[in-house]
């Protein structure tokens, strides 16, 4: 009589050393019917010195030509890289314990700036980034001068390929590319942005935390820029500049649904621009933590792009002062429109809802349109805000940055508003520590009557907090 089949499979597992049993179990996960191309079967070394680029691209090249698949980069390995293309049908997988190591030399990166990332996908369909391991652009080794309130950066715009002090190598982008899918890893330390979505169709960006260094510019969290129909969730960021970023530069951006990620940043937790040439439209933001931010949600339109239909709901928000140097005075909610130039075109704000919101914080709201740009249709609707102050930097600054009037001293409000039509408040708590109410805070709520129309307040309540 035949040994039932799970005891076949129980001495069978017996007789398997333990990296033989991990091994098997991997290629388990793996062997759902696409083919897999291990790097190191083209001669990736993976001891973090010698570049692996050339092995990469290959096994890369080889999963596309078969008709699609998995490249697999091993665990144990850390696999230094110039920029490596990713191509159509290909999922890179980045398994648990191997990292992936961006080069640090100007020469690790194509001609053109636009073109400098660590993993790069261009015109292609079916492409993304799995596997539970890391990719690390290794954004220390580009810090000139380390500073506590903002770091001075490597530059290379002395070749003339790009202007600023912005010219350092992004660490993922996908440019107009779809179904682009990423999930499942960890991305750390860009010496630039991190993940950067440029005119891209129907991504999936899903448990995915990124780690950047907290006093380097720059280093934004995720970019979405002329890209439609994006879906985020169930991700962790914690960086030093904006954390989830939509811009509008050659297009428009439609469709944006971020859900159940937590947020930490010296700059804006979610930005709206300030590139902001085309419109924003169909967003929806719920289920979002935000801890100890320079800004929570901001909306900064400077280019003339309007935004229309977005949902802010069920968020936590904490902000902070941090430091001038830094866009933003720890506004919780920070919308504003206004021209970034005198030749600038005025963008409109309209349709923006905000439901089931509480923020601690050491600012008031700010709204702010202009003459030829007002909000239009803003709502808040069972909003708590405490006021508390816990930091040494000085109040009493409106601050309209980018651009615009800079920084202008003005008592600080709970709520200000100008160049507003239509604003509905339903179910507002604003609550005022003592520390708050002793550190340059003016009115709960402050607006000039001649650029403020439609205002309708229900239940709307300020009280001084019973703590400090």
């Known amino acids: 009589m035949a040994p039932p089949p799970l005891l076949l499979i129980s001495l069978l597992l017996l007789s398997l050393t333990n990296s033989q049993c991990l091994d098997m179990l991997h290629r388990s996960d793996i062997s759902d019917g696409l083919d897999t191309f291990s790097v190191t079967e083209y001669g990736a070394i993976g001891d973090g010195k010698h570049y692996d680029t050339a092995a990469i691209q ?42 992936l190591l ?35 652009g290794q954004g220390g080794e580009f810090v000139v001068l380390e500073n506590e309130r903002k770091n001075v950066m490597v530059s290379w715009n002395a070749t003339g390929k790009c202007l600023g002090d912005e010219c350092r190598p992004r660490l993922v982008g996908f440019l107009d590319s779809k179904d682009v899918k990423v999930s499942d890893l960890t991305l750390n330390q860009p010496a630039y942005w991190c993940l950067h979505l440029v005119r891209c169709h129907n991504s999936w960006i899903h448990n995915i935390s990124i780690f950047g260094d907290f006093n380097t510019p720059n280093n934004d969290g995720i970019d979405i820029e002329d890209s439609n129909n994006t879906r985020i969730s169930k991700c962790h960021i914690d960086t030093g500049d904006d954390a989830i970023c939509p811009k509008s530069s050659t297009g428009p951006v439609i469709k944006l ?16 621009g300030s590139a902001s040439y085309f419109d924003f439209r169909q967003f929806l933001f719920d289920n979002i933590t935000i801890v100890e931010s320079h800004r929570g949600l901001a909306v900064q339109i400077r280019d003339g792009g309007n935004v229309r239909n977005i949902v802010f709901s ?66 808040f609707k069972n909003v708590n805000l405490t006021y508390k102050r816990w930091t040494k930097y000085p109040g009493g600054l409106f601050d309209y940055r ?25 179910n507002v708590n604003m609550k005022w520590s003592k520390s708050s109410l002793i550190s340059g805070w003016g009115v709960p709520l402050y607006f000039r009557p001649n650029t403020v129309d439609k205002l309708s307040f229900h239940e709307w309540q300020s009280e001084k907090s019973l703590d400090n």
């Open 257 to 272: 649904t971020v859900t159940d990620c937590w947020i930490r940043t010296k700059s804006s937790a979610i930005k709206f």
């Open 102 to 136: 961006g080069g640090t030399k100007e020469g690790d990166y194509p001609k053109e700036s636009a073109r400098w990332y660590v993993v790069l996908a261009e015109n292609a369909t079916g492409v993304g980034i799995t596997g539970g391991g890391e990719i690390n």
């Open 58 to 99: 290959a096994a890369i090249d080889a999963c596309h030509k078969s008709g699609g698949g998995r490249v697999l980069l091993p665990s144990g390995g850390d696999y230094l890289t110039a920029t490596v293309r990713l191509k159509s049908g290909v999922t890179l997988v980045v398994q648990k314990g191997a990292r």
């Open 314 to 379: 069920n968020i936590k928000i904490s902000t902070r002062y941090y430091d001038p140097l830094w866009w933003g005075r720890a506004e919780p909610i920070y919308i504003t429109s206004c021209p970034r130039f005198s030749y600038s075109k005025s963008g409109s704000i309209s349709n923006i809802r905000f439901e089931n919101i509480s923020a601690v914080s050491e600012n008031g709201i700010f709204l702010s349109g202009t003459n030829h740009g007002l909000l239009r249709d803003i709502k």
């Open 402 to 426: 980018p651009d615009c009037q800079g920084l202008v001293k003005h008592n600080t409000a709970g709520l200000m508003v100008e160049h507003v039509s239509g604003l509905d408040i339903q």
